[in-house]
């Protein structure tokens, strides 16, 4: 076991990053962090921010030199400078469960291979595979770029053949997938937690809602049947399983309305739909990730009360957020990453609603989120301080 009192690696420095840091240091570790923007949030709060590409030589030496053990924030990073940290160094996850995946074509195939359903694709590297793809998958569908896609960037839909293709073209043509586009009933998540044993600790299911292909809220948790909820549980298990995983990951599900479960992707760290860990279960995501690093027995993840978390991103900023919506609650617990820029679509933040009633939560966090633009809290003493 690494014990409190060692440096632990991070390489990249967001949100994720800030939040392990914060639970590394809380347990007394020291954090060394590795991420090029000299303003990262992780790097802001980390014992140590080496400012420098992921992949610089100088950069990874003191890594490997300084850090007991290394671990990632996201997967859009070089694989080769795990394989290089994991010569010296114990490092989770491994450089091969970022390789696969970080590329949706191979990650989709691993999902298949491991017996378990996804939507209908096809892959596409060139445009007689596209021509091929419309034909096989129909539309409408959604076109995905293989890699470098997050928060619904790098994903167009496809009502036709020539919408496909401009989309294909103004992409450089990279490899991507089509995917028939589903009607869902819902979106769910599992986050788990997975030691060098096996030994496991899975959250419970949260149901997700997005906007313009970014996570809005979650709800934990997921308003689903005992029976589906156990089924993704287990069919999450079974990926960390074949991927002989160490570390948090996050399975994402559709569910389609004819109930069926399909995996849309795996993140091979802790994940937004997993960030009302932090209030609301015995241990955090991010202390789980600390825990599975160090080689520490994994910590209870059980859930302590009904919560919903809801992302603040940057377009709460172009007025300025009126913070008192949110701190005056009792019940809200708010969390701003550090972030000196705000922008559309970013994440700055996000804030958690607890209570016994699920509902109760849900029409709270709500009415906070609209009352953050401005617009008072029904039935709150809590009004805005922004001028009209």
Same mark, same amino acid.
């Given at each position: 076991?690494?014990?409190?009192?060692?440096? @632990?690696?991070?390489?990249?420095?967001? !949100?994720?990053?800030?939040?392990?840091?914060?639970?590394?240091?809380?347990?007394?570790?020291?954090?060394?962090?590795?991420?090029?923007?000299?303003?990262?949030?992780?790097?802001?709060?980390? &014992?140590?921010?080496?400012?420098?590409?992921?992949?610089?030589?100088?950069?990874?030496?003191?890594?490997?030199?300084?850090? =007991?053990?290394?671990?990632?924030?996201?997967?859009?990073?070089?694989?080769?400078?795990?394989?290089?940290?994991?010569?010296?160094?114990?490092?989770?996850?491994?450089?091969?469960?970022?390789?696969?995946?970080?590329?949706?074509?191979?990650?989709?195939?691993?999902?298949?291979?491991?017996?378990?359903?996804?939507?209908?694709?096809?892959?596409?590297?060139?445009?007689?595979?596209?021509?091929?793809?419309?034909?096989?998958?129909?539309?409408?569908?959604?076109?995905?770029?293989?890699?470098?896609?997050?928060?619904?960037?790098? !994903?167009?839909?496809?009502?036709?053949?020539?919408?496909? @293709?401009?989309?294909?073209?103004?992409?450089?043509?990279?490899?991507?997938?089509?995917?028939?586009?589903?009607?869902?009933?819902?979106?769910?998540?599992?986050?788990?937690?997975?030691?060098?044993?096996? =030994?496991?600790? @899975?959250?419970?299911?949260?149901?997700?809602?997005?906007?313009?292909?970014?996570?809005?809220?979650?709800?934990?948790?997921?308003?689903?049947?005992?029976? @589906?909820?156990?089924?993704?549980?287990?069919?999450?298990?079974?990926?960390?399983?074949?991927?002989?995983?160490?570390?948090?990951?996050?399975?994402?599900?559709?569910?389609?309305?004819?109930?069926?479960?399909?995996?849309?992707?795996?993140?091979?760290?802790?994940?937004?739909?997993?960030?009302?860990?932090? &209030?609301?279960?015995?241990?955090?995501?991010?202390?789980?990730?600390?825990?599975?690093?160090?080689?520490?027995?994994?910590?209870?993840?059980?859930?302590?009360?009904?919560?919903?978390?809801?992302?603040?991103?940057?377009?709460?900023?172009?007025?300025?957020?009126?913070?008192?919506?949110?701190?005056?609650?009792?019940?809200?617990?708010?969390?701003?990453?550090?972030?000196? !820029?705000?922008?559309?679509?970013?994440?700055?933040?996000?804030?958690?609603?607890?209570?016994?009633?699920?509902?109760?939560?849900?029409?709270?966090?709500?009415?906070?989120?609209?009352?953050?633009?401005?617009?008072?809290?029904?039935?709150?003493?809590? !009004?805005?301080?922004?001028?009209?």
């Amino acid at each position: 076991m690494i014990l409190p009192g060692s440096t @632990l690696g991070l390489l990249g420095g967001g !949100q994720l990053g800030r939040m392990f840091t914060q639970a590394a240091r809380r347990m007394g570790y020291r954090v060394a962090v590795l991420d090029p923007d000299p303003d990262s949030p992780a790097g802001r709060c980390a &014992d140590e921010h080496l400012c420098a590409p992921y992949d610089d030589p100088q950069a990874l030496n003191r890594i490997a030199t300084t850090c =007991a053990a290394v671990t990632t924030e996201f997967e859009n990073l070089p694989a080769t400078a795990l394989d290089q940290l994991a010569s010296e160094r114990r490092v989770q996850p491994s450089a091969q469960a970022l390789r696969l995946t970080q590329e949706r074509i191979s990650e989709k195939q691993f999902i298949r291979d491991t017996g378990l359903p996804t939507a209908d694709y096809a892959v596409v590297r060139t445009e007689t595979d596209l021509h091929a793809a419309l034909d096989a998958v129909g539309l409408p569908a959604i076109l995905k770029r293989a890699a470098f896609g997050y928060d619904g960037k790098g !994903q167009a839909r496809i009502e036709s053949p020539d919408q496909a @293709l401009a989309a294909f073209r103004a992409w450089g043509e990279v490899p991507c997938v089509l995917e028939t586009r589903l009607t869902l009933d819902r979106e769910i998540s599992v986050v788990l937690a997975r030691g060098d044993d096996g =030994a496991s600790t @899975l959250f419970p299911v949260a149901e997700n809602q997005h906007v313009n292909g970014i996570l809005h809220l979650s709800i934990a948790p997921a308003r689903i049947a005992d029976g @589906l909820a156990d089924q993704a549980r287990d069919m999450a298990l079974r990926l960390a399983e074949a991927l002989d995983y160490c570390g948090v990951m996050a399975v994402e599900f559709f569910i389609d309305r004819s109930g069926r479960l399909l995996v849309n992707e795996i993140a091979p760290r802790p994940h937004n739909s997993g960030h009302y860990t932090l &209030d609301a279960c015995v241990t955090s995501q991010f202390e789980q990730q600390v825990r599975a690093l160090c080689g520490l027995p994994l910590g209870s993840a059980r859930q302590l009360t009904p919560v919903v978390m809801v992302n603040l991103l940057g377009d709460l900023w172009a007025k300025g957020p009126a913070w008192d919506a949110v701190l005056c609650q009792p019940n809200a617990r708010l969390h701003l990453y550090g972030k000196q !820029q705000a922008r559309p679509g970013r994440k700055m933040g996000h804030f958690c609603v607890l209570n016994d009633d699920l509902e109760a939560a849900l029409s709270e966090a709500t009415a906070i989120h609209a009352a953050l633009s401005g617009e008072p809290v029904p039935g709150s003493r809590a !009004q805005s301080s922004r001028p009209s």
